[in-house]
């Protein structure tokens, strides 16, 4: 198809900046809990250790990689808008060039070709765009139910009747 065809690569190395972007605010969760648990064993013992330093290392990373993993995301998400909007473009210049001028005649058949000249690329990339998001909050998701859930089942139930409200619309 448009977005696959020729674009795989792009395709594969957004879903995965998408999936490694998902993880984001649980590392950074995460690394804050690490700290904070090594502040406090720190300060009953009155011994920094090298688990400290580690914590503090991985607090920096996690608050570092984000930054990089947008910018580079934005980057290749550039590209892509370039190469789908490119091969859109050249698909409908061949299709119009295919039709016979009864069809440019037909005052309704000229709007739709100006709507899809004017829109068609927009809302492609827009509809591929909300796809990764769509991917991105899957992900979150199945991330938080799987560590909610490891502490109580029923809020992995109670998140679902939470999402499902905006699957829906």
């Known amino acids: 198809g448009l977005v696959w065809g020729g674009n795989s690569s792009l395709v594969v190395l957004l879903l995965t900046l998408t999936v490694l972007i998902a993880f984001v605010?649980?590392?950074?969760?995460?690394?804050?809990?690490?700290?904070?648990?090594?502040l406090l064993s720190a300060s009953?013992?009155?011994?920094?250790?090298n688990k400290l330093l580690w914590a503090v290392v991985f607090l920096?990373?996690?608050s570092?990689?984000?930054?990089?993993?947008y910018t580079f995301q934005r980057y290749v998400g550039k590209i892509f808008w370039y190469v789908t909007q490119t091969k859109f473009e050249m698909s409908a210049i061949a299709k119009r060039a295919e039709l016979d001028i009864a069809t440019y005649e037909d005052p309704a058949q000229n709007n739709l070709l100006t709507r899809v000249r004017e829109n068609g690329v927009w809302r492609l990339q827009n509809f591929i765009d909300r796809q990764f998001y769509l991917i991105q909050d899957l992900v979150q998701f199945l991330v938080a139910a799987i560590i909610l859930g490891s502490f109580a089942?029923?809020?992995?139930?109670?998140?679902?009747?939470g999402v499902?409200?905006?699957?829906?619309?």
């Open 164 to 169: 499902l409200p905006e699957l829906l619309i």
């Open 153 to 161: 089942w029923w809020v992995i139930l109670v998140m679902l009747i």
């Open 64 to 69: 570092f990689i984000p930054s990089v993993l």
């Open 25 to 38: 605010p649980f590392g950074i969760s995460g690394s804050r809990a690490i700290l904070i648990d090594e």
């Open 44 to 49: 009953k013992s009155g011994v920094f250790t």
């Open 60 to 62: 920096l990373a996690s």
